[in-house]
């Protein structure tokens, strides 16, 4: 991920009123067949997401969460694999980190 000063965000927080902005990347794989000649794909995902105070632009904090899905579809299987990261960066570690 891209250092960006944290300044920037304190003019983002600022700027729109948002008390907190959650950063971050991620990065999709296709793992490929899981049986050969079915078309069913391995799909996964690593996501890396950063909590950061709009007023003081501290970190509250990172963490990391993973996802696996197998699909025929590729559309499919990586959007569902993001969503069950998502999800679990959530329901692990946002709300708490936030609340």
């Given at each position: 991920m891209k250092h960006i000063d944290?300044?920037?965000?304190?003019?983002?927080g600022l700027n729109s009123g948002a008390q907190y902005i959650i950063t971050g990347?991620?990065?999709i794989q296709d793992m490929g067949e899981i049986?050969?000649?079915?078309?069913l794909r391995s799909f996964?995902?690593?996501?890396?997401?950063?909590?950061i105070h709009c007023v003081t632009g501290l970190v509250l904090g990172a963490v990391v969460k993973n996802g696996v899905n197998a699909n025929f579809?590729?559309?499919?299987g990586s959007e569902n694999t993001i969503e069950q990261a998502v999800s679990l960066a959530v329901n692990d570690?946002?709300?708490?980190?936030i609340s």
């Open positions: 944290n300044g920037y965000f304190k003019t983002i990347d991620s990065i049986e050969s000649g079915t078309n996964q995902v690593s996501l890396k997401l950063k909590v579809s590729t559309l499919e570690y946002l709300v708490d980190t």
